[in-house]
C-alpha cells in the first residue's frame, strides 16, 4: 500500500533482464517478450504490462513485508524496556529504554491510510542513525489496523491523545498548499506545450493528458495535505500532525523539547503564518509545525515551554501587521 510496489516491480524487470544479460540472452528475451506482446492492440499492451509489473511488485512487497515482520512480538520487559522481536529468515531484535523515550510518531503513508492501517515508531534517544536501520529499528509496530496503533500507543504513552482535538491552522496555509501542487503540476505541462508547438504534436497530447490526469490529483493532494495540519497538547504531552503523501503525528514529551525555530517567509509573512519547528535531542530531532498563524504558534510555543520564546513573543504579531 505504498510507493514500493511499483518500485520493486521495475526492479524485477530490471533484474529479469540483468540475468538474461550475463548468460547472452538479453537479445532473445526482448525478442519474445516483443513478440509476445506484438500481436496485441496498443491499448492492451500498455495496460497489461503496468499490470504485470504491478503484480509482481505486490508480490515482492509481500514477501519483504513477511520477511521483516514475521513473528512480531512486543513486550514491555521489567526494568523499563521495551523489546521488538521480529524477522522470518533472519531474527531481529530491537530494545528501547523507556528512560530514553521521548514520544511516540504515528505514521500514516497515503495508501496504508487509504486502507485505515498506519506505524508507530519511538522517538528516542541513542537510535540508529544509518539509512538501511534507523527506520526498522525505531518501530514499535509496524503497518497495523489505526486503532491497534492508537492502542498500543496509549500503552507506552500512558495516555489515550487520538481524541484530543488540534488546532486548525488558518485557511492561509490550504492557499499555499494548492498554489505550490497548481505550480509543480502546470510547470511541466507548459514545457511540453511549449515543445509541442515547436516540435511535435505528441507532446501537446502528452501536455494535455498530464493536465488532465495529474492536476486534479494535485489539488486533492494539497486539500488533504490542509486538512492533516494540527496541533496541541495535553499534559505532559505536545502533539503535531502534518502530511498527506506521509502523514505523520507526533507526540513529544514537553520536558524534552530544548527549543524552537521559527521561521517566517515573505510570503508567509504576507499572510500572517509562521513554521514552528520543535527540537528535540530524540527521533529526527526537530518536529515542525507548519503554516500556523503567526500569533497563536507563537503563544502555543511559548506555553509548550516557557522561557524560550518569551522575550520574542511579539516579532511575529508585529511582521504580520507589517
Known amino acids: 500500500m505504498s510507493?514500493?510496489?511499483?518500485?520493486?516491480?521495475?526492479?524485477?524487470?530490471?533484474?529479469?533482464?540483468?540475468?538474461?544479460?550475463?548468460?547472452?540472452?538479453?537479445?532473445?528475451?526482448?525478442?519474445?517478450?516483443l513478440d509476445l506482446f506484438g500481436d496485441l492492440p496498443l491499448t492492451a499492451?500498455?495496460?497489461?504490462?503496468?499490470?504485470?509489473?504491478?503484480?509482481?511488485?505486490?508480490?515482492?512487497?509481500v514477501g519483504l513485508f513477511a520477511e521483516m515482520w514475521w513473528h512480531y512480538r512486543l513486550d514491555r520487559e521489567p526494568g523499563g524496556t521495551l523489546h521488538v522481536r521480529r524477522g522470518l529468515l533472519t531474527t531481529r531484535s530491537t530494545t528501547v529504554e523507556e528512560r530514553r523515550l521521548r514520544g511516540i510518531e504515528l505514521v500514516e503513508p497515503l495508501g496504508?491510510?487509504?486502507?485505515?492501517?498506519?506505524?508507530?515508531?519511538?522517538?528516542?534517544?541513542?537510535?540508529?542513525?544509518?539509512?538501511?536501520?534507523?527506520?526498522?529499528s525505531k518501530t514499535?509496530?509496524?503497518?497495523?489496523?489505526?486503532?491497534?496503533?492508537?492502542?498500543?500507543?496509549?500503552?507506552?504513552?500512558?495516555?489515550?491523545?487520538?481524541?484530543l482535538a488540534l488546532v486548525a491552522h488558518p485557511t492561509a496555509a490550504r492557499g499555499?498548499?494548492?498554489?505550490?501542487?497548481?505550480?509543480?503540476?502546470?510547470a511541466p505541462v507548459?514545457?511540453?506545450?511549449?515543445?509541442?508547438?515547436?516540435?511535435?504534436?505528441?507532446?501537446?497530447?502528452?501536455?494535455?493528458?498530464?493536465?488532465?490526469?495529474?492536476?486534479?490529483?494535485?489539488?486533492?493532494?494539497?486539500?488533504?495535505?490542509?486538512?492533516?495540519?494540527?496541533?496541541g497538547s495535553r499534559g505532559r504531552y505536545l502533539v503535531l500532525r502534518a502530511g498527506s503523501v506521509r502523514r505523520s503525528t507526533a507526540v513529544l514529551t514537553r520536558d524534552e523539547v530544548i527549543g524552537w525555530t521559527v521561521q517566517q517567509s515573505v510570503f508567509q509573512r504576507r499572510r500572517g503564518l509562521a513554521t514552528f519547528t520543535a527540537t528535540t535531542a530524540a527521533g529526527a530531532g526537530a518536529y515542525a509545525i507548519r503554516d500556523a498563524?503567526?500569533?497563536?504558534?507563537?503563544?502555543?510555543?511559548?506555553?509548550?515551554?516557557?522561557?524560550?520564546?518569551?522575550?520574542?513573543?511579539?516579532?511575529?504579531?508585529?511582521?504580520?501587521?507589517?
Do not use: C, N
Request: aromatic share 6%; hydrophobic share 60%; charged share 15%.
Open 190 to 231: 507548459l514545457v511540453l506545450l511549449l515543445l509541442g508547438t515547436l516540435l511535435t504534436g505528441v507532446l501537446l497530447v502528452l501536455g494535455g493528458v498530464l493536465a488532465v490526469v495529474a492536476l486534479p490529483a494535485a489539488v486533492l493532494l494539497a486539500l488533504d495535505a490542509y486538512r492533516g495540519l494540527g496541533h
Open 112 to 136: 496504508a491510510r487509504l486502507a485505515g492501517a498506519a506505524r508507530l515508531d519511538a522517538i528516542a534517544t541513542g537510535m540508529p542513525r544509518d539509512d538501511e536501520d534507523k527506520t526498522e
Open 140 to 163: 514499535l509496530l509496524p503497518a497495523a489496523p489505526r486503532a491497534v496503533a492508537h492502542d498500543l500507543a496509549a500503552k507506552v504513552l500512558g495516555d489515550r491523545l487520538e481524541a
Open 176 to 186: 499555499r498548499r494548492l498554489r505550490w501542487a497548481s505550480a509543480a503540476v502546470l
Open 3 to 33: 510507493f514500493v510496489a511499483p518500485t520493486l516491480g521495475l526492479a524485477a524487470f530490471g533484474t529479469l533482464f540483468k540475468v538474461a544479460d550475463w548468460f547472452g540472452a538479453g537479445g532473445g528475451l526482448l525478442k519474445w517478450l
Open 45 to 61: 499492451s500498455t495496460l497489461l504490462l503496468p499490470t504485470l509489473a504491478m503484480v509482481a511488485g505486490v508480490a515482492g512487497a
Open 293 to 322: 498563524d503567526a500569533a497563536e504558534g507563537l503563544a502555543f510555543a511559548v506555553e509548550a515551554v516557557p522561557g524560550v520564546l518569551t522575550q520574542f513573543a511579539s516579532v511575529p504579531a508585529e511582521a504580520t501587521r507589517a
